[in-house]
């Protein structure tokens, strides 16, 4: 129940971001999904603590030397 209430909690940031920042920057995300619907899409899957890790181990390959293309969450 905790790590549901969590997810949520990042589920709203990513939302908020999607809705307020995203379409001042532009897509500029390398893959797809992009960054932010993988995001929301893996603590929808995996809860807090798995979407956590997944996010930041897709951001981290998000950048030009890292790849690029299609990306789904893992089962």
Do not use: A
């Not at 532009?26 to 992009?34: A, D």
């Not at 993988?38 to 951001?59: A, D, N, P, Q």
Request: aromatic share 14%.
């Amino acid at each position: 129940m905790v790590n549901n209430l969590i997810s949520k909690l990042f589920i709203l940031f990513i939302k908020v971001y999607q809705i307020t920042l995203s379409p001042f920057l532009g897509k500029q995300c390398r893959f797809t999904p992009s960054c932010s619907n993988y995001s929301e899409e893996s603590f929808r899957k995996h809860g807090s603590i798995k979407g956590v890790y997944l996010t930041l181990h897709r951001i981290v390959r998000c950048n030009p030397w890292g790849g690029s293309g299609f990306d789904p969450v893992p089962d």
